[in-house]
């Protein structure tokens, strides 16, 4: 199957792809990683008059790391995180959630932020970077601004980007005490969408109490969500196991799946009560063997 | 390791493939790869509709636009008496609609363009009005009275296609009411696709000078296919000329005859240009032949100690559209009524109601002989059933009630004659490798503990090899194959066949049978198939039946050649032919061991040196017709550990222990047994084709119809005992569906076994893992 | 639009629509028919081929992006008429049956053992879990992949020696 036919443009400069976005608004679609565009294209679901290429964007390449973050070019791949075993020291979600994203040759193309703009609600990237309160910075004609990526994602395959907007980068906070993390994934199949997406980080301060604690959730609503109530039920308090059946029936309750192939609404809500728990347990221990940063 | 394609006697040794040497380069020529000079590309326009009727087709904008050649419709079609193509399983087809369209992505309109884009565009551009009818997508509405009849072509006002019964069944009713026990289970064999790689196509290119069609096509089957279109289109036979090329997978996809061949061949008439149509993935799982789609009702009987008394079987096959299966013409419902199975059972009864449906058409043998994976996926499920009932160890059961090694050959109450086995030492086998008492003790102990751990058996007879002409034809053609052997003044071999591989391996397979009856190496010997200008007949590979048949055809091809190269052998050592004898490599003279002549000195013999009076040239062909079918058979064992938190299931072992005769080449046998489990595998647990009430296809693509990665698939374990066929000429029975037939119920086995202290009995495939955990969550089973 | 890429050593020019996929652009215009195309939804990866360095599914990248790069498909990977040790692994193992994803199988495995040159089969099986196989089970590919391992550092110990 092939597209429909297209203008195609590959600018070489963050200007110049702003400024083709701005000029063609609503005809064009970025091309990062194509690894769900494309698809579509072939399909005839998409069929942009224009393809803007901003894989020749230098500015939007690698990354780098501030005294409290570390911000990932745009073009970020999901398998330079897989593979990059450094993450792990200061940012343990983030090769956890790479590798379990499609198969390994959609990973070698997808980018981080490409996942993040495409707003689909399955999709690992989001569940995980709301865990870890990142945000996204975007430039468009009125120059860059930071948006979260809970405020990114508005709905199902909708961001809260202008049309002439591109992400440039995405911000992950550092932990400020010691921390672990897990990432759970329930797929039918290597490749196939989340059925229940879970990725979760913990701090804890210098009494083992819970200081800062993220979990987010995929496949279990219209965008992917953040377990607030969950997460507040755990602050202060040790990780034990009651505390964490308490959060695991929390965060259930925080899901909002809709019933379908995958299973039906009741299925995906308990997977994710079953998931909070093994998570927060697998850090529990990782915190208890010292696998975590700072220890 | 395996061996070079230069080991002598090669018969039953891993010889390394001889085709792989073009497939590892990336040199294998499959359809796609093939351009021809002012090639044109076809695409289908194709209904958003389950069921509707066709209101209006207009074409223009699709003419108007520059590079499209051409745009066909039904209309166009009928004009030439082309609308409807038969189908092997004797109904007819669409070729593009007229009048309305019957399932969602049926072939509407052909758009025929410079570039595969252009005709994907100009295809965008038909536009058609339709009017939505109701849809009948469940095949038990579909036979009730009050059901819309979807065919206004037929002369029966009804959605039944054909009844079929076979057995006793007064006698079985009679035996169900006396028995001591008696299980009943609903069985449902889901809609599943075949799905090879590479997806079906063709290239036809009709040169008018010569009236003169060349058909390159993705076909199992060249020789039948070249039939069929001889007399639906009207051309002469011999002024077609199918070649059928490297083949990326079939599994039954690609027997049949499909409309986007019928519109590439009649725009390269129209045209008098080479027109190639390949179909998208989307098409292939939604248009070109599901297999499968069997519900099934089961009643089992069994005396006190657990001995069957009687089966009685019914079942509602949805066909789709059309019935576009490729049984044979006699069996509408295939081999089906081998699904007394493994057993001794007394008496049985089986009835199969072929229902049409507004769904895509089909019912093809995917991996099987024809409705053998439904019929035994069936009994060994109900097998399972009866286990549980009697609080039997399900091994014991099967033990109790096998087939007898010395009742062969077995007359089955439905009619076969089985030809050998020994069931009993197959399963002890399998057993034996699993270590069977240590499993059910782990089990016990981890049931102790809450975990749910099962053990899931299969012991499986199929029915390979269609078929004796006596009873097996496809549209009369006689099920035969043949091959014919050409033996070159150096020693040098070419083969033909009327079978086609598409991965089996047969350019090394047949030459090994084929050298080992010459004396020769697999090198020595070239296999070609799939061109009916050079091959002789024959009805292809499907069903297993490659080296039931032309197997079988090979060895006698090659013992003919040998029966003429002793005659001349006898000249050479210059004694009478009766003291000669074939040591396995060469031609001895009786009692002077020393006094030898190889086949290639006889090969030149033949075009040299010949005895006075002898025809010259060494070559020989046969078409073989079996005196029976064959009965491969196995016994599975599956080992599958379920997590109570998610449903999901992993697969720790599975030992598959298969009886498939003489064996031609360990290695390949084994592939064929890793893919076939494989392919069970996903059908046990991912695969299905389901459709929403309006009849839309829920699973179009390989993002909804799951194929197993290498990450999911389960590390196979193999073992074989060895019961040759009595009637085979080598006494090989057929392996590459066996496993495919044989292992779902294995899985499904596992998965009951693992939830029978729950009470549970059945659970329909494929178990995704809500489905398990549905059935924990009813009764409170929880993590 | 005009393309001009190395392929497999080579550098090749086209004149292609915007719109033309990389599989494409190596099928149709270099005659490059190793690379298959099994399916629309970037699910099997027959088509995978190496551009700078990483296995990629060709089907879902455009012939425009890989403009100035370096692609290797199955065609580049015997050297001097000497089977790379994958394909020879293939062979010996009978790690393939009909042929069709074997292209896209021998190059992401390729791109494994130069990222990992002693994976396990875990490793493997991870790795070519974007490419889908419907004859073979995989079993025998896991083997392929094993002793082309095993050869190449025999192959890199013995050059260590000679040096």
């Known amino acids: 199957m092939f597209p429909n036919a297209f203008d195609y443009a590959a600018p070489t400069s963050l200007d110049e792809a702003v400024d083709l976005l701005s000029r063609y608004g609503d005809d064009a679609k970025v091309l990062a990683g194509g690894q769900s565009l494309l698809p579509m294209m072939k399909l005839r679901l998409a069929a942009p008059a224009w393809v803007i290429d901003i894989n020749r964007v230098p500015e939007l390449d690698g990354r780098r790391e501030s005294d409290d973050a570390l911000i990932l070019g745009a073009l970020t791949r999901h398998s330079a995180i897989e593979w990059d075993r450094d993450l792990d020291a200061d940012y343990p979600l983030l090769r956890e959630t790479a590798a379990l994203i499609a198969d390994p040759l959609v990973r070698n193309r997808g980018t981080v932020a490409g996942s993040l703009a495409h707003a689909d609600p399955a999709a690992d990237w989001a569940a995980c970077l709301m865990a870890l309160g990142a945000s996204v910075t975007a430039r468009g004609p009125q120059g860059d601004r930071l948006i979260p990526v809970e405020d990114l994602l508005v709905d199902t395959l909708t961001t809260s980007l202008e049309l002439d907007e591109i992400i440039t980068g995405v911000t992950v906070p550092r932990p400020a005490g010691r921390a672990a993390a897990k990432s759970l994934k329930l797929e039918r199949k290597v490749g196939d969408f989340a059925v229940v997406g879970v990725s979760l980080q913990v701090e804890v301060g210098s009494g083992g109490a819970v200081s800062r604690v993220g979990i987010g959730l995929a496949a279990v609503g219209p965008t992917a969500l953040r377990a607030r109530e969950a997460e507040a039920v755990l602050m202060g308090r040790p990780l034990g196991p009651e505390v964490i059946r308490e959060a695991a029936a929390l965060a259930a309750a925080a899901a909002d799946p809709a019933s379908d192939r995958r299973g039906s609404a009741a299925y995906k809500r308990d997977v994710v009560r079953v998931f909070v728990e093994r998570g927060l347990t697998a850090v529990q221990h990782r915190l208890a063997d010292g696998q975590a940063l700072g220890a | ?783 | ?163």
């Open chain 2, 1 to 783: 390791m395996a061996l070079e394609i230069t080991e002598s006697r090669p018969l039953g040794k891993p010889i390394k493939r001889k085709e792989d040497a073009r497939f590892v380069r990336g040199q294998g020529r499959y359809l796609d790869d093939i351009k021809l000079p002012d090639m044109l590309y076809l695409a289908l326009v194709r209904s958003p509709y389950a069921h509707a009727r066709i209101t209006r087709i207009d074409t223009s904008r699709a003419q108007a636009l520059p590079g499209v050649r051409l745009v066909l419709t039904g209309e166009d079609l009928a004009k030439m008496n082309l609308a409807w193509m038969p189908t092997l399983a004797g109904d007819q087809q669409m070729v593009l609609a007229t009048g309305k369209v019957l399932f969602q992505y049926q072939e509407v309109a052909a758009v025929v363009a410079d570039s595969r884009a252009l005709a994907e565009d100009g295809a965008q551009l038909v536009e058609v009005e339709y009017d939505p009818l109701p849809a009948v997508v469940d095949p038990f509405w579909a036979l009730s009275p009050q059901a819309p009849v979807l065919r206004e072509d037929r002369e029966e006002a009804s959605n039944r296609i054909f009844h079929w019964e076979v057995g006793d069944l007064d006698g079985t009713e009679r035996a169900l009411r006396d028995a001591a026990t008696v299980v009943t289970e609903r069985i449902r064999m889901p809609r599943v696709h075949p799905a090879p790689l590479e997806p079906c196509g063709c290239i036809a290119d009709y040169n008018a000078a010569r009236g003169h069609l060349t058909w390159y096509v993705t076909s199992q089957a060249p020789h039948a296919h070249r039939t069929v279109l001889a007399m639906v289109a009207g051309l002469p036979e011999h002024k077609i000329h199918v070649i059928s090329p490297d083949i990326g997978g079939g599994f039954g996809n690609k027997v049949p005859v499909f409309p986007g061949y019928v519109a590439a061949i009649v725009a390269s008439i129209s045209l008098n240009r080479p027109v190639k149509w390949i179909e998208a993935r989307t098409e292939n799982l939604t248009s070109t032949n599901f297999a499968r789609d069997y519900h099934m009702e089961v009643a089992l009987g069994a005396d006190r100690d657990g001995r069957v008394t009687a089966l009685r079987v019914s079942t509602v096959a949805d066909h789709g559209a059309f019935d576009a299966a490729a049984d044979p013409t006699k069996f509408p419902a295939g081999l089906f009524s081998i699904v007394t199975g493994s057993y001794d059972f007394p008496v049985a009864y089986a009835a199969v109601d072929g229902v049409y449906t507004n769904k895509a058409p089909g019912g093809v043998a995917y991996r099987c002989s024809f409705r053998v994976t439904e019929a035994s996926f069936l009994i060994e499920r109900a097998m399972n059933t009866l286990a549980l009932r009697l609080n039997m160890d399900p091994a014991e059961l099967r033990q109790r009630n096998f087939i007898a090694p010395e009742r062969f050959p077995y007359q089955s109450p439905l009619g076969w004659t089985y030809d050998s086995g020994h069931y009993a030492a197959t399963l002890q086998k399998a057993l034996d490798i699993v270590d069977y008492p240590a499993l059910r003790r782990e089990q016990a102990e981890r049931r102790a503990r809450g975990e749910l751990m099962g053990i899931g058996l299969s012991t499986f007879t199929e029915i390979v090899g269609a078929g004796p002409s006596s009873t097996f034809d496809i549209l009369g053609i006689k099920m035969f194959d043949s091959c014919e052997i050409r033996v070159h003044p150096t020693g040098k071999v070419i083969a033909r066949l009327g079978t086609r591989h598409q991965g089996q391996g047969h350019e090394t397979t047949f030459a090994q049978v084929i050298a080992e009856e010459l004396g020769l190496t697999t090198d020595d010997v070239l296999i070609e198939e799939g061109d009916t200008d050079t091959a002789p007949y024959g009805l292809g590979t499907y069903a297993s039946r490659s080296t039931p048949l032309a197997g079988g055809a090979a060895a006698l091809a090659a013992r003919r050649v040998r029966d003429k190269a002793k005659k001349i052998a006898a000249h050479l050592l210059e004694v009478d032919e009766a003291e000669v004898e074939w040591d396995g490599q060469n031609f001895v003279a009786m009692g002077a061991p020393d006094r030898s002549v190889t086949m290639p000195a006889v090969a030149l013999a033949a075009y040299t040196n010949l005895p006075h009076g002898m025809e010259p040239g060494l070559e020989a062909t046969y078409y073989y017709d079996p005196p029976n079918l064959t009965f491969p058979n196995g016994a599975y064992v599956a080992v599958v550990d379920i997590d109570k938190g998610t449903g999901a299931v992993t697969v720790r072992r599975f030992v598959a222990v298969d009886d498939c005769g003489t064996v031609i080449n360990p290695m390949v046998v084994d592939g064929q047994i890793h893919g076939g489990l494989t392919e069970g595998f996903a059908i046990a647990f991912m695969q299905e084709i389901p459709f929403d009430e309006d009849g839309n296809c829920l699973a179009p693509n390989f993002m909804d119809y799951l194929v197993p990665t290498a990450v999911e698939t389960p590390h196979w374990e193999t073992g074989r005992t060895v019961t040759p066929s009595p009637h085979h000429p080598i006494g090989a029975k057929g392996v590459g569906e066996s496993p495919n037939v044989g292992s779902p119920a294995a899985f499904a086995n596992a998965v009951i076994d693992a939830l029978s202290p729950l009470g549970v009995t059945n659970i329909d495939i494929p178990l995704f893992p809500w489905k398990v955990w549905e059935v924990l969550r009813e009764h409170g089973v929880a993590e």
């Open chain 3, 1 to 163: 639009m005009h393309i001009e890429v190395t392929v497999n050593g080579r550098l090749r020019s086209a004149d292609v629509e915007a719109r033309t996929l990389l599989a494409y652009l190596l099928r149709d215009e270099f005659n490059l028919t190793g690379t298959h195309v099994g399916c629309d939804t970037t699910s099997c990866g027959a088509c995978t081929v190496i551009w700078d360095g990483l296995p990629v599914k060709s089907c879902t990248v455009l012939a425009g992006q890989v403009d100035g790069g370096a692609i290797t498909t199955v065609e580049g990977l015997e050297q001097d008429a000497q089977l790379h040790p994958l394909q020879q692994g293939f062979w010996d193992n009978h790690g393939l049956q009909c042929g069709f994803c074997t292209p896209g199988m021998l190059m992401t495995t390729y791109a494994l053992l130069q990222r990992r040159p002693h994976p396990t089969e875990t490793e493997i099986r991870q790795a070519i879990s974007g490419n889908l196989c419907r004859c073979t089970g995989y079993q025998n590919i896991v083997a392929a992949v094993q002793q082309a391992a095993a050869r190449l550092s025999a192959q890199d110990a013995m050059e260590e020696v000679q040096a």
